[in-house]
């Protein structure tokens, strides 16, 4: 099994310019996260989904838009990028919240500057 | 007072010491608590679940105190391969929505 992964890996875009970055899981898991991790804030967290077809706010939402179509696949979107969306963008998947201590599964990262 | 609060660090430690990190949280509601790894320029993996009664794995030691609203990890017998920055992280059922808090990470280095 692959796990979670992420593409691209390394992204350079220029102010206002959008992209697409796209998780990918195969282990069946439900529950799917992007966060971005930026020095001395920690891992926070974007959006989430409880599902095929669900999404929901996290806890730092505005300038992303996220999608996920498909169990296996979670999309997130820049509409219009800006320098402070400089980060590193970390995907992770889970099984249901009814197991207790459910472990998340984080993909490689990707790694995008705005200029 | 902020969600989940580690002491930054950095700890430097010679090989074979016994470390020990500290994290407090401020929900009294959080029903599920770990400790994750992150290595550098590397994503984020469990380390292991921290139970209500403390738990062991090999070299690693768990503990929560409820009533303090705080978890730690002791490390024995120090590797350098533990060099990595520690996160503490909580987990909160809300309805059906499940959701970890991260700490911003205690970073441990490891000395020959």
């Known amino acids: 099994n692959a796990g979670v992964t992420q593409t691209p890996k390394f992204r350079v875009l220029k102010t206002g310019q959008s992209m697409t970055l796209l998780c990918a899981q195969d282990?069946?898991?439900?529950?799917m996260y992007w966060y971005r991790q930026d020095p001395g804030m920690g891992l926070r967290l974007i959006h989430y989904s409880v599902g095929e077809g669900t999404t929901a706010k996290g806890e730092v939402p505005d300038g992303y838009n996220v999608s996920r179509l498909k169990k296996q696949n979670f999309l997130l979107g820049l509409e219009s990028a800006a320098p402070s969306q400089t980060s590193v963008y970390f995907c992770?998947?889970?099984?249901?919240?009814?197991?207790?201590?459910?472990?998340?599964?984080f993909g490689p990262g990707t790694r995008l500057t705005v200029l | 007072r902020k969600e989940v609060e580690q002491d930054p660090g950095p700890f430097n430690v010679p090989e074979g010491a016994t470390v020990a990190f500290n994290c407090t949280y401020s929900n009294s509601a959080s029903q599920s608590f770990f400790w994750y790894r992150q290595d550098c320029r590397k994503e984020p993996k469990l380390l292991m679940s921290?139970?209500?009664s403390g738990n062991e794995d090999g070299r690693f030691t768990a503990q929560l105190n409820r009533a303090s609203q705080y978890i730690s990890l002791l490390i024995r017998d120090s590797k350098l391969s533990d060099s990595a920055t520690y996160l503490c992280v909580w987990g909160n059922s809300g309805g059906s929505n499940y959701k970890l808090t991260f700490g911003k990470g205690t970073l441990l280095t490891v000395n020959p």
């Open positions: 992770a998947s889970s099984y249901s919240p009814t197991r207790t201590g459910n472990e998340q599964f």
């Open positions: 282990m069946n898991h439900e529950y």
């Open positions: 921290v139970y209500s």
